[in-house]
């Protein structure tokens, strides 16, 4: 069974850059599912990316903004990796209540080595690092950071170890990229992008349910197994039989694939949340940093009186008079 709850119909599907918020009750398990289409075709777009690095920086952007619907503030998520992989760094950031923006920088000459050699899986581009997950809740507060080791896990696994270190939550992320090649009305090909992902957490009333074994220190551990919660261990089984179409099927979409999954428990979703490709640069801001630079530093960026700064998330250039940033 599938239920709708505060004025959303049961036939009324959120479609694609909508994420759709659950409930199972039966289960204790709360959680966010979407499908991302003219969205994240729009961000990688404009970049123009290789297609190794168009997926990992999909990945990303689905991880962050299931992770950033979730924020009960005016905020922003920030997803960041830093590595030695021939994707040096990806960002993604979510801005409450509904923009998102990511690009990724990388060596091209490690790229082809790496592709030479089939080595393209987000995980393998990332290499080893840190995975970055920061909560800005504006000037005035204090920003949270949890960092995670890239250790050559899945963004998958990573996610779900940032749970249980930083929020001591049990968690379970799915997430899928799909490319697709069809033709428009007109017949002509097009290349098109898709992504998918569900977030499902463990929140019982009594916290002691919520306890999980440590991760394991190496050989000799022999510290005491902690059981799983079999509603979370039943939970967890569901969500990991999701096949990587499911999540990127437009004709699945995320009310018919959390019917799949729960429906012998009954899921009840909620009204769906719009996500749009919306740069949070402008020129004022832009302004505010190049004033905060030095004079040194401001004369090294002109050219021709000129100050040109590009925004490396929605490529919009940006052009000062050198008076106009002169340091106060």
Same mark, same amino acid.
């Given at each position: 069974m599938v239920e709708a709850v505060q004025g959303l119909g049961q036939f009324d599907y959120a479609g694609d850059d909508h994420v759709v918020p659950f409930q199972v009750e039966g289960l204790d398990v709360r959680g966010r599912a979407v499908q991302l289409g003219p969205m994240l075709d729009a961000i990688l777009e404009r970049h123009n990316y290789p297609l190794p690095v168009a997926r990992l920086v999909a990945e990303t952007v689905v991880l962050?903004?299931?992770?950033?619907?979730?924020?009960?503030?005016?905020?922003?998520?920030?997803?960041?990796?830093?590595?030695?992989?021939?994707v040096d760094l990806v960002v993604a950031d979510f801005s409450?209540?509904?923009?998102?923006?990511?690009?990724?920088?990388?060596?091209?000459?490690?790229?082809?080595?790496?592709?030479?050699?089939?080595?393209t899986e987000p995980q393998q581009l990332l290499g080893e690092g840190i995975l970055a997950f920061?909560?800005?809740?504006?000037?005035?507060?204090?920003?949270?950071?949890?960092?995670?080791?890239?250790?050559?896990?899945?963004?998958?696994?990573?996610?779900?170890?940032?749970?249980?270190?930083?929020?001591?939550?049990?968690?379970?992320?799915?997430?899928?990229?799909?490319e697709l090649l069809d033709r428009d009305?007109?017949?002509?090909p097009r290349h098109r992008w898709?992504?998918?992902?569900?977030?499902?957490?463990?929140?019982?009333?009594?916290?002691? @349910?919520?306890?999980?074994?440590? /991760?394991?220190?190496? +050989?000799? =551990?022999?510290?005491?197994?902690v059981e799983v919660d079999d509603l979370w261990g039943e939970a967890k089984v569901m969500v990991e039989t999701?096949?990587?179409?499911?999540?990127?099927?437009?004709m699945v979409g995320p009310e018919r694939l959390l019917y799949r999954l729960f429906h012998e428990r009954g899921v009840r979703v909620y009204p769906p949340q719009a996500v749009y490709d919306r740069c949070t640069c402008s020129r004022?801001?832009? @302004?505010?940093?190049?004033?905060? /630079?030095?004079?040194? +530093?401001? =004369?090294?960026?002109?050219?021709?009186?000129?100050?040109?700064?590009?925004?490396?998330?929605?490529s919009t250039s940006y052009a000062f008079e050198a008076t106009e940033v002169r340091p106060q």
């Open positions: 962050t903004v299931l992770l950033g619907t979730s924020l009960k503030f005016e905020g922003k998520l920030i997803v960041q990796t830093q590595s030695n992989g021939p409450t209540p509904d923009r998102v923006r990511a690009y990724a920088r990388f060596n091209e000459e490690a790229l082809a080595i790496a592709e030479e050699q089939g080595l920061t909560i800005d809740q504006g000037a005035d507060m204090q920003r949270y950071q949890g960092i995670v080791p890239l250790d050559g896990a899945t963004l998958e696994e990573i996610a779900g170890v940032y749970f249980r270190q930083s929020e001591q939550i049990p968690t379970k992320v799915r997430l899928s990229v799909a009305a007109d017949g002509k898709r992504a998918g992902g569900v977030v499902a957490q463990f929140l019982p009333e009594t916290l002691e @349910r919520m306890r999980q074994p440590d /991760l394991h220190g190496g +050989d000799g =551990d022999d510290r005491d197994l999701i096949a990587a179409d499911e999540l990127t099927d437009p004022d801001k832009i @302004r505010d940093v190049l004033a905060s /630079l030095s004079q040194d +530093d401001i =004369d090294h960026t002109v050219v021709d009186g000129v100050v040109t700064v590009n925004c490396e998330f929605c």
